[in-house]
């Protein structure tokens, strides 16, 4: 027997893609973790939350997907600046010499 959501049977793919967006959203959340201040990490969980409220009436399964890669980049953009800065924005020496 199909379970109904939301007055529309829900298909493997969109449980599927639920699923792959609740994973974005805890990794984004682990991400968080170096962020300094409690306001910073806040404000920045409540931007990404936004973010993902937005979308959360998208129905399209190829719109999702878009979605989810757009913010699979973001979070890996972010995930970069957050362990620079967590490391006191020094990164380590570049190799080889200049001309």
């Known amino acids: 027997m199909a379970r109904r ?3 529309a049977e829900r298909s493997l ?3 599927l893609l639920q699923a792959n ?3 974005l959203y805890r990794n984004f ?3 968080t973790r170096p962020v300094p201040t409690m306001a910073a990490r806040r404000e920045t969980i409540a931007w990404f939350r936004d973010e993902i409220e ?3 009436h998208e129905t399209d399964p190829q719109r999702i997907d ?3 890669k757009h913010g699979r980049i973001l979070h890996k953009q972010l995930q970069n600046g957050f362990s620079m800065h967590a490391s006191g924005g020094q990164t380590a020496p570049l190799r080889g010499r200049r001309n």
């Open 13 to 15: 793919k969109s449980f």
């Open 54 to 56: 937005r979308a959360k």
């Open 29 to 31: 959340l682990r991400s």
């Open 5 to 7: 959501f939301g007055g």
């Open 66 to 68: 878009f979605l989810l």
């Open 21 to 23: 967006v609740f994973s």
